[in-house]
C-alpha cells in the first residue's frame, strides 16, 4: 500500500533531491578536511543506534525478554513476560529505523523513486545471518549484525571490481564480469549455507547437552546431602 502511495506521489518516476540542505546528511559532518567529510552525519546516525540499539538488549529489562521470547515464545509468555506488548514495542522500533534507514539511503543517492528498496529484505537477513544472528531467535549481538553489514558490503565492493581475463579463440583479449543478477544468487547462497551451519550447529550443542546429560552423576539414595554439611 505504501509503495503504491510513494509511486503515486512520484507520477511513476523519480524524485531528484538536487542540490537540496537534505543532501547534507550524507555530503557534510562534523569533521571535514577540506570540504570533505571525513565523518558524514549518516555514519553518527549508524553509531548512534548501534550504541543505543546494544545498550537495550544488553543492558536492560526490555532486552532480555527479546532474547527470551526470541529462544522460546511459549515459555516467556508462561514466566509473565508480556509477550504481544514487547512484540508490538518491537515492530514500532523496527519500522522507525526502517524509515531513518530511508532518509540516509535518500540524502545518499540523491533521488527516490518507488522501486528503490524492492528485495532490501535480502541483503537484511543476509546481514544478521553473517553475523551470526541465529534464524531460530534468541541468538545474536548488535556487533555481530555490524560485521555481517561490513562481510556484506566487501561482497558486494568484490562483485564490483571483479574481472576474468581471458582469450578468445580468435585470440582477442577480452574481460569477463558477473552481472547484477549474480550478485542475489551470491546472497541467496550465502544465507543458505549460513541457515544449514545453524542448524548442524544446533544439533551439535544439543546432542552434547544430552549426552553431558547422561553422564551426570546421580546421588545415591539414602544419603541426603544437606547445604552447609560436609559428609562424613
Known sequence: MFRGVSQAIAKGGSLSLGDSTFRNLSENGPFKYGDTALVPWVLIIFLVVVVL?????????FGRYLYAIGGNRAAAEYSGIPVKR?????????????????ICYAAYIGQMNHGVGVAYELFAIAAV????VSLRGGEGTIFGVVIGSAILKLIENGFAVFQIR?????GMRRI???DDNWYFIVMGAVILIAV?????????QEKRRTRQAGQTPQVPTGFPVVSGESPK
Open 129 to 132: 545471518v553473517l553475523g551470526g
Open 53 to 61: 540499539a546494544a545498550f537495550i538488549l544488553h543492558f536492560t529489562v
Open 176 to 178: 569477463w564480469r558477473p
Open 86 to 102: 514487547v512484540e508490538t514495542i518491537t515492530y514500532i522500533i523496527a519500522a522507525a529505523l526502517a524509515s531513518l534507514a530511508g
Open 166 to 170: 581471458y582469450t578468445d579463440s580468435q
Open 196 to 204: 544449514i551451519l545453524d542448524q548442524v550447529v544446533h544439533l551439535l
